[in-house]
């Protein structure tokens, strides 16, 4: 198996001005998502896959309230659970990782929220974005989130050729020290979500824009 070739010095001195630049305006990126608990994270977590943080923040208050913990998750009612996410999109799944999940935490893990990928990935509807999200903001370990506004922003700024979430976000690593793997990441995600936008990118507004190799960008 061919080993992969690190990244050049021209394009490492490009990241650093972009990490840079992020950094002064983004010096303290911030989880959008509303939590007091590991596990509060994951379930919020959980619900955000294809449904805006705004959104699931609307929803958890009485969710948290209904079911406080992992155990009471496992035991709740899946009409009752669809019904207070239903909001949230593709509902009847979800309600069903999240009591699968209540379960598999509360049984396998003594209640509390796992802290290495490898038990994480175990938890049903958890994948590495999922997993990352936990690691980086509950646990203060580094760690590097892809999710499409990272994986759209790293493209169009050079810092990978992949489209695979894994590969991107081994990309990423290579290019930062492991202690900025967290910040960095959500810097990008928040840079994505607010300013580098899929249709319309606000490019005359981008902190970056002069570092963006993208062909499609538009005036400054």
């Not at 080993?3 to 002064?24: C, F, G, N, V, Y």
């Not at 009471?72 to 909001?87: D, G, K, V, Y």
């Amino acid at each position: 198996m061919a080993t992969k070739s690190l990244p050049s010095s021209d394009h490492r001195k490009r990241l650093r001005a972009i990490a840079e630049l992020l950094e002064r305006t983004m010096q303290h990126p911030k989880m959008e998502l509303d939590h007091r608990s590991p596990w509060e994270l994951l379930v919020a977590t959980i619900l955000s896959a294809q449904c805006t943080d705004q959104r699931v923040n609307q929803v958890t208050p009485s969710l948290f309230q209904r079911y406080r913990t992992a155990t009471e998750m496992a035991e709740a009612s899946l009409p009752e659970l669809e019904e207070l996410i239903r909001s949230t999109g593709f509902f009847k799944n979800k309600a069903k990782h999240l009591v699968a999940c209540g379960k598999v935490v509360t049984e396998r893990f003594g209640k509390q929220v796992p802290h290495t990928m490898e038990e994480l990935l175990t938890l049903p509807g958890v994948g590495r974005k999922t997993a990352n999200v936990i690691l980086g903001n509950a646990f203060g370990q580094p760690s590097v989130v892809v999710d499409t506004h990272v994986k759209r922003v790293a493209k169009r700024l050079g810092l990978t050729k992949s489209d695979n979430p894994e590969l991107v976000e081994q990309d990423l690593q290579q290019l930062m020290p492991k202690s900025q793997w967290t910040a960095f990441s959500q810097r990008l995600l928040l840079h994505g979500r607010y300013v580098c936008l899929a249709r319309k990118p606000q490019c005359r507004t981008c902190q970056v824009y002069r570092h963006c190799p993208w062909k499609e960008k538009g005036p400054q």
